[in-house]
């Protein structure tokens, strides 16, 4: 397990130690390069996103790491695309440093390099900012196919990618404490964050239960329950389809396209260079097939 070294608690506790594994060898079967982390917000996926830059570096120093074991592949480049912050002295907004940023990453990064993103597309629009995050991600595990750590509140990207043979969906865990005190605070329930990295995508990220841990006023907070619950029903058809993706992802649509033209083919019509070039293309689509299925999650 490995934990962040500056990641102790005021009363003196020990940072909560996790697991991490991105494309470990097992026998005959591949672990998955890329982890889509979700989680509640002040969950601890940036700080377990921090933690395994560190380690990396440490271990490459030959320094200590703050874990008790690690195993590694060399790491030629950490790229990494954290935090929220303009530039006012050039005029650069927090979206377009975070765009910038993200476009180094994407012209740069190699299969050896480990790919940290933070909340990716959280500078503008939900629906620019989702589509954003969709693509950069999956050009990343397609593409570039390097070993990536991807946070987000996106939680229809944990549906898209949720059968992606080269994706494991993992959160940091809460759970709710029921309130020993008569103080309403516009819950009978407390959020608690066990700050543990499980198996699976959370559900939601709790940040109406964070605003009221803030101090924002209940009714602000009711007023905001009660809009957030307006505008999930207006736009759940927009995302249905995402739950049709649990089965089917990305990268199955890209096999299924390939098959459809190998099928638009006229084989025995076909040149003796185009015949071969469907051969080759159906022994490569197979490998890939077999090598994929070979990825336990």
Not at 6 to 21: I, K, M, R, T
Not at 33 to 39: E, H, I, V, Y
Not at 181 to 203: I, K, M, N
Not at 285 to 293: G, M, V
Request: aromatic share 8%; proline share 4%.
């Amino acid at each position: 397990p490995v934990w962040h070294p500056f990641a102790v608690a005021a009363d003196g506790q020990l940072p909560v130690p996790n697991d991490l594994l991105l494309g470990e060898a097992q026998s005959s079967s591949i672990h998955p390069r890329s982890l889509l982390l979700t989680g509640p917000n002040m969950g601890g996926k940036s700080t377990l996103l921090r933690a395994t830059c560190l380690a990396v570096i440490f271990a490459q120093l030959g320094c200590y790491v703050p874990c008790e074991s690690c195993e590694l592949s060399l790491v030629d480049t950490i790229f990494t695309r954290l935090g929220a912050s303009d530039r006012i002295m050039t005029g650069e907004s927090t979206f377009l440093v975070e765009c910038t940023e993200t476009a180094s990453v994407l012209q740069n990064a190699t299969q050896d390099s480990l790919v940290i993103l933070d909340e990716l597309g959280r500078g503008t629009s939900t629906f620019d900012g989702y589509a954003i995050a969709y693509s950069v991600f999956r050009h990343l595990v397609e593409g570039v196919q390097c070993r990536m750590l991807f946070a987000t509140h996106y939680h229809p990207l944990t549906k898209e990618f949720s059968s992606h043979p080269r994706v494991i969906s993992k959160h940091m865990a809460c759970a709710f404490r029921s309130r020993t005190d008569q103080e309403t605070r516009g819950c009978e329930q407390d959020l608690v964050f066990l700050y543990r990295l499980t198996d699976g995508a959370c559900p939601e990220s709790y940040g109406l239960q964070v605003a009221l841990m803030a101090g924002i006023p209940n009714q602000v907070v009711e007023t905001a329950s009660v809009a957030a619950q307006a505008m999930k029903r207006s736009i759940g058809e927009n995302f249905k389809s995402s739950e049709l993706r649990s089965e089917f992802s990305s990268l199955h649509e890209e096999w299924l396209k390939t098959l459809v033209s190998i099928s638009r083919v006229n084989y025995n019509n076909a040149t003796l260079e185009e015949q071969e070039d469907v051969s080759d293309t159906l022994i490569c689509l197979w490998h890939e097939l077999r090598s994929s299925y070979c990825v336990t999650k």
